[in-house]
C-alpha cells in the first residue's frame, strides 16, 4: 500500500532497487504525490516565467491571508492553550499558585505581636473615641 495515498499496488520484487542519492528520493517524494491529473494540468496550462501586474496584485492580497494562516493563528492558539494551563493551575490551586495557610505557634505568637504593635497607634488615629477601652483590653 501507498504511504501517501493508501492505495494498494503491486511491485515485483525482483527488479526493485533501493534510491541512494538525495535527488533521486526528492524526486519520488515529488512523484509520489503527483496524479494524472496534475500531470494533465501542467500541460494545458504550461507556466511561463513572466510575471504580469495582475499576479503581483493578487500575491500582494494574498499576502496577510498568508501572514495571518502563518503568524497570527498559531501564536494565538498556543497562548490560548498557555493561558488555559494557567487558569486550570490558578483554579486548582497548583503550584506555583498554590496558597497554603498553617496555623502554627509561632504564626499565633507573630500575630498577637503585630496586633499589640500596631493596634494602639490604629485606634488613635482612625477609631473613636468610645472605642478606647475596648482596644485596652484587646491590647
Given at each position: 500500500?501507498?504511504?501517501?495515498?493508501?492505495?494498494?499496488?503491486?511491485?515485483?520484487?525482483?527488479?526493485?532497487?533501493?534510491?541512494?542519492?538525495?535527488?533521486?528520493?526528492?524526486?519520488?517524494?515529488?512523484?509520489?504525490?503527483?496524479?494524472?491529473?496534475?500531470?494533465?494540468?501542467?500541460?494545458?496550462?504550461?507556466?511561463?516565467?513572466?510575471?504580469?501586474?495582475?499576479?503581483?496584485?493578487?500575491?500582494?492580497?494574498?499576502?496577510?491571508?498568508?501572514?495571518?494562516?502563518?503568524?497570527?493563528i498559531p501564536f494565538?492558539?498556543?497562548?490560548?492553550?498557555?493561558?488555559?494551563?494557567?487558569?486550570?493551575?490558578?483554579?486548582?490551586?497548583?503550584?506555583?499558585?498554590?496558597?497554603?495557610?498553617?496555623?502554627?505557634?509561632?504564626?499565633?505568637?507573630?500575630?498577637?505581636?503585630?496586633?499589640?504593635?500596631?493596634?494602639?497607634?490604629?485606634?488613635?488615629?482612625?477609631?473613636?473615641?468610645?472605642?478606647?477601652?475596648?482596644?485596652?483590653?484587646?491590647?
Amino acid at each position: 500500500a501507498r504511504e501517501d495515498t493508501g492505495a494498494q499496488q503491486r511491485a515485483d520484487t525482483e527488479w526493485m532497487e533501493p534510491i541512494k542519492s538525495a535527488t533521486a528520493i526528492e524526486a519520488a517524494a515529488r512523484a509520489a504525490f503527483q496524479t494524472s491529473r496534475s500531470e494533465a494540468q501542467k500541460e494545458i496550462h504550461p507556466k511561463d516565467e513572466t510575471n504580469t501586474f495582475s499576479e503581483f496584485f493578487l500575491k500582494a492580497l494574498s499576502w496577510p491571508v498568508i501572514c495571518c494562516r502563518n503568524k497570527v493563528i498559531p501564536f494565538y492558539r498556543r497562548t490560548r492553550a498557555t493561558s488555559k494551563k494557567h487558569i486550570a493551575l490558578m483554579l486548582y490551586g497548583d503550584s506555583p499558585y498554590a496558597c497554603k495557610l498553617r496555623a502554627t505557634g509561632i504564626n499565633l505568637l507573630a500575630l498577637c505581636s503585630f496586633v499589640y504593635l500596631f493596634l494602639e497607634v490604629v485606634s488613635l488615629a482612625f477609631f473613636p473615641a468610645r472605642t478606647d477601652f475596648a482596644v485596652a483590653v484587646v491590647g
